[in-house]
């Protein structure tokens, strides 16, 4: 394994525990979603010149309209609960309360 591989790698498994054990803030959790996307937007940049394939040339600008779209929803998500519930502890946010 190539060390480029190893850091795509690594990134992705480190933003993933980030997002499953340090959960208390939405903002925090935001962030480690975007460094998921941004570690899985490179690795797909890489993938069609490594392996010559020009069909997926495409998939790393579909992927990154995904991302762009999921943070507006993020943000706005965040903005919505700070306004409702006065803070951004994910604890505030229980479904059988709203």
Not at 15 to 22: D, E, I, K
Not at 23 to 37: G, N
Not at 69 to 91: F, K, M, N, P, Y
Request: hydrophobic letters at 45%; charged letters at 5%; glycine letters at 6%.
């Amino acid at each position: 394994m190539s060390p480029l591989h190893l850091s795509f790698y690594s990134t992705f498994v480190l933003s993933g525990l980030g997002l499953a054990f340090h959960r208390t803030h939405l903002v925090s959790t935001l962030l480690c979603l975007e460094s998921i996307m941004l570690s899985m937007f490179v690795g797909l940049t890489i993938w069609p010149i490594e392996n010559q394939t020009p069909s997926f040339t495409m998939v790393p600008i579909i992927m990154l309209t995904f991302s762009a779209c999921e943070a507006g929803t993020g943000l706005a998500i965040l903005v919505a609960s700070t306004r409702t519930h006065g803070s951004d502890h994910l604890h505030n946010l229980n479904l059988l309360q709203c």
